[in-house]
Nanobody, 123 residues
Framework: QVQLVESGGGLVQTGDSLRLSCAAS????????VAWFRQAPGKEREFVAA????????DYADSVKGRFTISRDNGKRTVYLQMNSLKPEDTAVYYC????????????????WGRGTQVTVSS
């Protein structure tokens, strides 16, 4: 069983930065692809970014490309999402997800999920 715990969310202003972390409990975390999704009130969960188990390949939603960076430290069993130039439309609960798959943009591809961390960007 893989347990994921997100942290780093908070209330910031437009243009600020935040770094989210996703810590995993499993020793074999280095064999899991990891993705970040987000869900705003009244909206469906949407893909944000993903990274392969090696960290050698990443994927980003167009809405965050150039502003967000996903990275991982397998020694620390942690994946990060560096979010710069935040906008009010980035406000959402951010979830990390993991599975032994190639990176994918659909939630159904991932079996393991954290509980989420709230990010609120004020204008």
């Amino acid at each position: 069983q893989v347990q994921l715990v997100e942290s780093g969310g908070g209330l910031v202003q437009t243009g600020d930065s935040l770094r989210l972390s996703c810590a995993a409990s499993v020793r074999t975390f280095s064999s899991y692809a990891v993705a970040w999704f987000r869900q705003a009130p009244g909206k469906e969960r949407e893909f944000v970014a993903a990274i392969t188990w090696t960290g050698g390949s990443t994927d980003y939603a167009d809405s965050v490309k150039g502003r967000f960076t996903i990275s991982r430290d397998n020694g620390k069993r942690t994946v990060y999402l560096q979010m710069n130039s935040l906008k009010p439309e980035d406000t959402a609960v951010y979830y990390c997800a993991a599975d032994r798959v190639n990176i994918a943009r659909i939630p159904q591809a991932y079996d393991y999920w954290g509980r989420g961390t709230q990010v609120t960007v004020s204008s």
